[in-house]
């Protein structure tokens, strides 16, 4: 027998491969399923199962191309509805794999179909189960996703989930380990650990929904206490899920092109295209084509992607470093992101070749900042989140967490100049090219942000509530 765990770090996702006696079986498989193929190819076996736990909201699943690249058969749980052939399974069914049982256990909740899947070895002993969004380590699914389509209110499914957690997974054994879709970073959960699995015992102990003593009426507001909004583009992907959707391959014939300086304008000027630039921070601050938004490949590029351009179809052209154009189109249809045009062919530096012009964001580094201290206080906004700006800030400063920030465009100043910074300049340079594409140039970037800063005389650590600075 042999587990896998597939963890893409971007979209904080755990996949799986399970295999024994030469079948195979994929959990929660991403839309770049060549991948899990590979492996299946390696280990000579045939990939006989593709379990969903749910219709998942934060990425695409590539359920329906691995079913057609092997023939396997795609399985959910109870109440799941989908436009191509799948298997939806009763609560307790069971499924052979070479020596070895999955069966399905139906824990509605998260989403009303939501399903986990109980791993029981040739002795017939129960070694791991698969939780899905119904079970993270240190946390639950939240339940407010599935409420539309369900019409159920968010009380109604966290009241699903706490029945399914004390009457379907916490009789389970202490010994077995629980292997989760999620982890720390995503926006499927608040408490998430950094940890991609662990043993139920132990998460009978630490993890805040498993309490023995918690009531019903406790889990509910526990749950949903602190939930944040989700991101826009949640609701396309359960779609897509449902659905069906193209194949990458298909996406990546029509996606990776070649555009020259003057075909990528026009993408721009003519089709509205969004420039996108998935450069390093560093080569975005040092020049770039103005009006373009950096969202770089190597930080939190899924969730950010997902969180600030709100519609899926809009078309994007790139700005990619040489080389990872693919990994960047894979990477944009793993959250259902479909309409890239294509790429600058050259670079930034083609654009420059060509006599156009670039913009740059100007920084400062701690010593430059202090010295500001002596003199001036000058107007700093910190774009990380509030859990993060409660825990120390820079004295005066004004937080607006970047997601917010296009809502509070008003509060930048427009005579004078602002400090801008996050925890380590990621953020704080997504922000800086949403500024500047709204025409705010008067600005300037704090480098390393609060980790460059923290340990300075003017940290404090009390909330300071800004207002417009204009």
């Known amino acids: 027998m042999k587990i896998e765990q597939i963890y893409?770090?971007?979209?904080?996702?755990?996949?799986?491969?399970?295999?024994?006696?030469?079948?195979?079986?994929?959990i929660d498989p991403l839309r770049d399923v060549d991948q899990y193929i590979e492996i299946a190819k390696k280990n000579n076996a045939r990939i006989k199962y593709v379990f969903e736990t749910h219709f998942h909201a934060d990425f695409v699943s590539g359920h329906v191309t691995l079913s057609e690249k092997t023939g396997a058969s795609i399985i959910y749980g109870p109440n799941a509805r989908?436009?191509?052939?799948?298997?939806?399974?009763?609560?307790?069914?069971?499924?052979?794999?070479g020596d070895i049982k999955i069966t399905l256990i139906h824990t509605p909740g998260h989403t009303m179909e939501s399903s986990c899947f109980l791993l029981t070895d040739k002795e017939g002993i129960d070694k791991a189960i698969f939780t899905g969004d119904t079970l993270f380590l240190g946390d639950v699914g939240r339940p407010d996703l599935a409420q539309k389509s369900d019409h159920l209110s968010s009380e109604d499914l966290a009241g699903f989930t706490y029945e399914s957690l004390r009457n379907k997974i916490m009789p389970l054994n202490d010994e077995i380990i629980i292997y989760p879709a999620h982890g720390a970073g995503s926006a499927c959960g608040k408490k998430m650990m950094?940890?991609?699995?662990?043993s139920l015992g132990n998460q009978k102990k630490i993890n805040y929904a498993l309490r023995k003593d918690m009531t019903k009426k406790e889990f509910i507001k526990e749950v949903l206490e602190g939930l944040k909004p989700p991101p826009k583009y949640f609701p396309s992907n359960v779609k897509l899920n449902k659905k069906g959707y193209d194949s990458l391959d298909i996406i990546l014939?029509?996606?990776?092109?070649?555009?020259?300086?003057?075909?990528f304008k026009k993408n721009v000027n003519t089709n509205g295209s969004l420039m996108l630039d998935v450069r390093s921070a560093e080569e975005f601050a040092k020049g770039h084509i103005p009006g373009s938004i950096f969202i770089g490949l190597d930080g939190s590029f899924a969730p950010w992607v997902g969180e600030l351009i709100k519609d899926i179809n809009h078309s994007i052209v790139l700005i990619s470093p040489k080389g990872r154009e693919k990994e960047t189109i894979t990477r944009l249809s793993r959250l259902g992101f479909d309409n890239s045009k294509g790429y600058l062919k050259g670079g930034i530096n083609s654009w420059i070749d060509s006599g156009n012009e670039i913009d740059s964001v100007f920084s400062i580094n701690k010593k430059e900042l202090e010295k500001l201290f002596i003199s001036e206080h000058p107007k700093i906004f910190d774009v990380r989140n509030e859990s993060e700006f409660d825990a120390g800030h820079i004295v005066g400063s004004c937080n607006i967490p970047l997601n917010k920030l296009n809502e509070n465009i008003?509060?930048?100043?427009?005579?004078g100049l602002n400090y801008i910074h996050c925890a380590?300049?990621?953020?704080?340079?997504?922000a800086s090219s949403i500024l500047k594409a709204r025409g705010i140039h008067n600005f300037i970037d704090i480098k390393g942000g609060y980790s460059a800063i923290s340990k300075s005389s003017i940290i404090n650590k009390t909330k300071h509530v800004c207002q417009s600075q204009n």
């Open 253 to 263: 014939n029509r996606s990776i092109n070649e555009l020259s300086v003057s075909d």
């Open 424 to 430: 380590g300049g990621y953020r704080s340079m997504i």
């Open 410 to 415: 008003e509060k930048f100043s427009t005579n």
């Open 82 to 97: 989908t436009n191509f052939h799948s298997h939806i399974a009763k609560d307790g069914e069971v499924f052979k794999l």
């Open 194 to 198: 950094k940890e991609t699995f662990d």
């Open 8 to 26: 893409t770090g971007c979209l904080s996702q755990g996949a799986y491969y399970i295999e024994s006696n030469g079948e195979a079986a994929i």
